[in-house]
């Protein structure tokens, strides 16, 4: 059954500054991860992240340090 999710991913970018992507996503539980990941990174190469200080952006590679990824209680 598809529900609704809130993600947060955050970590370092190539060139050492911080990031952080979040947002909602409806999947089935065994697919979330992956749409987690795939918003993550379309908001990271397309320059809809939050970066370390507003208005930088940042290149990759891209390392994670944390995934936290919530049902939506309907």
């Given amino acids: 059954m598809k529900k609704t999710y809130t993600f947060e991913i955050s970590g370092t970018a190539g060139d050492g500054k ?4 979040s947002g909602t996503i409806g999947s089935e539980l065994a697919g979330v991860f992956n749409a987690a990941m795939a918003a993550s990174f379309a908001q990271l190469t397309g320059g809809r992240a939050v970066f370390g200080k ?6 990759g590679p891209y390392d994670i340090d944390r995934v936290l ?6």
């Fill in 54 to 59: 507003p208005g930088d952006g940042c290149r």
């Fill in 18 to 21: 911080i990031w952080k992507t």
């Fill in 69 to 74: 990824i919530e049902q939506v209680r309907q």
